[in-house]
Structures are given as C-alpha cells and as structure tokens.
C-alpha cells in the first residue's frame, strides 16, 4: 500500500507563491500517473497538474502558465511550484497516484488559502 504524504499549503496573499511536495513511501516502478487535484468548498474535485513516467506534463487551463509540475529523480516526490495565485486557486490540494495495472492513490490533502 503506497502511502502519498502532502506538504507546503498555507495562506498567500494574491501575487503570492507556494510549493507544494508529495512524497510517495516508495519508488513507483512501471508506467504510471501521479498529479495534483484540487476541490474548492461546494465544487467538484479537479485536475491541476499531472506528470506521466515519460515525463509528459499536463495542465488545467486556468493554471497553465502559473504553476509548474515536476518530480525528482528518485521518482518518488513531486512538487507543484504554484506562481501568482489568485484567490480562485483557494481549495484542498489532493495527490494522486495512478498506477496502470493497479490502484489509484490519493494523499490526504493540503489547504492552499489566497485571499489579501
């Protein structure tokens, strides 16, 4: 059973920046998915960001440009580095393991509050 640990939400003020990082328990082998999620109060959970095992990234529309996914090279932490935020980037970020051949994984989420 992998286990997702999420760190580095907080509050920022609009303009502002915040990292978050997801560490896995353990090195993900095979082809997989892992990305961010995020769910705003009275809001259905969406997709922010996500990087394939060939390195292939994908992004929301409304953060393309702003945030930047990547992973290091143990393949078993990645981080979403989130620039300029608006208050509408406030909600619960969630990481997400997709395995092929096997289970989803979610964390347990991170708080990102924009707001002046």
């Known amino acids: 059973q992998v286990q997702l640990v999420e760190s580095g939400g907080g509050s920022v003020q609009p303009g502002g920046s915040l990292r978050l990082s997801c560490a896995a328990s353990e090195r993900i082998g095979g082809v997989y998915t892992m990305g961010w999620y995020r769910q705003a109060p009275g809001k259905r959970r969406e997709l922010v960001a996500v990087?394939?095992?060939?390195?292939?990234?994908n992004y929301a529309r409304s953060v393309k440009g702003r945030f930047t996914i990547s992973r290091d090279n143990a393949q078993t932490t990645i981080y979403l580095q989130m620039n300029n935020l608006q208050p509408e980037d406030t909600a619960v970020y969630y990481c997400?393991?997709?395995?092929?051949?096997?289970?989803?994984?979610w964390g347990q989420g991170t708080q990102v509050i924009v707001s002046s």
């Open positions: 997400k393991l997709e395995v092929v051949g096997a289970d989803d994984y």
């Open positions: 990087i394939i095992s060939n390195d292939h990234t």
